[in-house]
C-alpha cells in the first residue's frame, strides 16, 4: 500500500477514536450499549424489521437499561415492568421531561400539553385537566355523551344489514366525536366530508409515523429534513389539520360568550384574554393550536385503533366474544344500554379489554421522556436533557408477569376465583407523571363502545379464524393493525 494512503488511513482512524472518546465522556457514564460510530451511531447494529426488533436484540446483550445512539445522539433505553416503573414512578421528577418523534418535531416543536416541559407542560396539563373535567371527562355526562354516539353507532351498523365493511372510519368517527363535543364543543355526523378528510389525514399520518422510513428518519433527521420523504407527508397532513383547528378556533373567537364558555376552546381563549397583560404567559395562541391538535389526534386515533385491533380479535377468536356475550346478557340484558355501573360486574369483559390493550401493544416505544436533571440511575449518571425511551411493550410482553406474553388471553387478568386482577406490567397509558391525560375517557369508551356493539351484534369474517392474521400493518412508534373487513349480524 502506498506509504501516503497508509498515513492517511491511520490518521482518520486516530480522528475517530479520539471522536468516539470525546463522545463518551461528555455524556457522563450513560449505561452500556454496543459502541457508535461518529454520525452513524449504532446504525450497522439495527435490525432491518425496525427499532423495536433492535431493542430487543441489545436487551438481550445489554440488560435492561442501556445506550443506543439513534444516529449522533445517546437515547437511554428502559425496557421491562421493573426498570420502566423505578424511573417514571420512583423518580417520576428527574424522568418528567419530555421529547418529539423527529418525524413530527417541526409541527409540534415544544408547544402544547402533551411536548411541552417545565413550567409550561404543568400550567398546560392542569388547565386541561380542569377544563376537560368540566366538560365531560371524568363526569357521569362522559358517559351519557359515550352512550349517546353508541346509539348513533348501532343505527349505522344496523343500516349495514350485515353486509362486510371495513370498520376503520367508524371507530375514528365514534373516537373523534366524543373528543370533539369536549374539544369543538360538537359532533359531527359520519357522512360529513370534511370530518372524514380529517379522520383519514390522522389515519394516514399514524401509519407513515410508524414506517420503516419514518424510523429511520428519527436516527439522522438533522440531515434528512432537507430531503423529500415520508416526514414531508407528516408535516404536510398535520399542518392540513391545524388549519381546520385554526378556521374552527377563528368561529369561536367570534362567537365567543364569555358567560357562557361552551368547550375547551371557549375556555382557553377567555384565559387568553384574562392574561393578554401577561408577557410570560403560556395562554397564547400557539400553545391552544398544539394543544387542541395533540387531543383531537390522541383523542381519535389511539382509542379507535384499539377497538379495531380489538373486534379483529373477536373475529380471530370467537370463542371469547361469546363469552363476552354471555356476561353481558347475565348483567346487563337486551333492553337498555350498557352504563359504567356495569363494569365491576363484568370481569370476564374487562379481562378482555385489558388483554385487548396488552395485546395490540398501540405505541410500543412509548412517548419519548427526557431527564430534567443529571439523574443517577442504577449506578449510570444520565445527564441532563438525555432522552430516554420506556419500552412500554417491553412491560405489556414481560414473562415475569404474563404467563405467555405473546398469546392472546384473557386470563392475564382474572385470578383463580374469575375476578380482575390488577397486574403491574400493565401500562398502556404509560405511567407516572406523563400518563395519558385522556386515560380515563379511554377507558370508558372502551367499554361502553366494546360492550354496546357485542350486546346487539354476533361479529364474523370472510376468513376462517385459523386463517386471520394479527401481523400489523406498520409497526414503528406505534402499530398499525392490518385491514380487515368485518360483518355485524343483528344479535
Not at 242 to 260: A, C, M, Q, T, W
Not at 351 to 365: G, K, L, N, T, Y
Request: proline share 6%; hydrophobic share 40%; aromatic share 12%.
Amino acid at each position: 500500500m502506498d506509504p501516503s494512503v497508509l498515513l492517511i488511513l491511520t490518521l482518520l482512524l486516530g480522528y475517530l477514536v479520539l471522536l468516539v472518546r470525546g463522545h463518551s465522556k461528555g455524556h457522563g457514564r450513560l449505561p452500556p450499549g454496543p459502541s457508535p460510530l461518529p454520525f452513524l451511531g449504532n446504525l450497522l447494529q439495527m435490525d432491518r424489521r425496525g427499532l423495536l426488533n433492535s431493542f430487543l436484540g441489545f436487551q438481550e446483550k445489554y440488560g435492561d437499561v442501556f445506550t443506543v445512539y439513534l444516529g449522533p445522539r445517546p437515547v437511554v433505553m428502559l425496557y421491562g415492568t421493573e426498570a420502566i416503573r423505578e424511573a417514571l414512578v420512583d423518580q417520576a421528577e428527574a424522568f418528567s421531561g419530555r421529547t418529539t418523534h423527529a418525524v413530527v418535531k417541526p409541527i409540534f416543536k415544544d408547544y402544547g400539553v402533551i411536548f411541552a416541559n417545565g413550567e409550561r407542560w404543568k400550567v398546560l396539563r392542569r388547565f386541561s385537566l380542569v377544563t376537560m373535567r368540566d366538560f365531560g371527562m371524568g363526569k357521569r355526562s362522559v358517559e351519557k355523551r359515550i352512550q349517546e354516539e353508541a346509539k348513533c353507532l348501532l343505527e349505522e351498523l344496523q343500516n349495514a344489514q350485515g353486509a362486510s365493511l371495513d370498520p376503520t372510519f367508524l371507530f375514528q368517527c365514534i373516537t373523534a366525536n366524543i373528543i370533539c363535543s369536549i374539544v369543538f364543543g360538537e359532533r359531527f355526523d359520519y357522512k360529513d366530508q370534511q370530518f372524514l378528510h380529517m379522520l383519514d389525514l390522522f389515519y394516514r399520518t399514524f401509519s407513515l409515523s410508524s414506517s420503516l422510513s419514518s424510523q429511520v428518519f428519527e436516527l439522522f433527521s438533522g440531515f434528512l429534513k432537507y430531503f423529500p420523504g415520508t416526514h414531508v407527508q407528516v408535516c404536510k397532513n398535520l399542518q392540513e389539520i391545524l388549519d381546520y383547528i385554526g378556521h374552527s378556533v377563528e368561529k369561536h373567537r367570534l362567537n365567543l360568550d364569555p358567560s357562557n364558555p361552551r368547550d375547551f376552546i371557549d375556555t382557553y381563549l377567555l384565559r387568553m384574554e384574562k392574561e393578554k397583560s401577561n408577557p410570560n404567559t403560556e395562554f397564547h395562541h400557539q400553545n391552544l393550536m398544539i394543544s387542541v391538535l395533540s387531543l383531537f389526534f390522541a383523542g381519535t386515533e389511539t382509542t379507535s385503533t384499539t377497538l379495531r385491533y380489538g373486534f379483529l380479535l373477536m373475529l380471530k377468536y370467537p370463542h371469547v366474544a361469546e363469552k363476552v356475550q354471555k356476561e353481558i346478557d347475565q348483567v346487563i340484558g337486551s333492553h337498555r344500554l350498557p352504563s359504567l355501573d356495569d363494569r365491576p360486574k363484568m370481569p370476564y369483559t374487562e379481562a378482555v379489554i385489558h388483554e385487548i390493550q396488552r395485546f395490540s401493544d398501540i405505541i410500543p416505544i412509548g412517548v419519548p421522556h427526557k431527564v430534567t436533571k443529571d439523574t443517577v440511575f442504577r449506578g449510570y449518571l444520565i445527564p441532563k436533557n438525555t432522552e430516554v425511551y420506556p419500552i412500554l411493550s417491553s412491560a405489556l410482553h414481560d414473562p415475569q408477569f404474563f404467563e405467555q406474553p405473546d398469546t392472546f388471553n384473557p386470563d392475564h387478568f382474572l385470578d383463580a376465583n374469575g375476578a380482575l386482577k390488577k397486574n403491574e406490567g400493565f401500562m398502556p397509558f404509560s405511567i407516572g407523571k406523563r400518563i395519558c391525560l385522556g386515560e380515563g375517557i379511554a377507558r370508558n369508551e372502551l367499554f361502553l363502545f366494546f360492550t354496546t356493539i357485542l350486546q346487539n351484534f354476533s361479529v364474523s369474517s370472510p376468513l376462517a379464524p385459523k386463517d386471520i392474521d394479527l401481523s400489523p400493518k406498520e409497526s414503528g412508534f406505534g402499530r398499525v393493525p392490518p385491514d380487515y373487513q368485518i360483518r355485524f349480524l343483528v344479535r
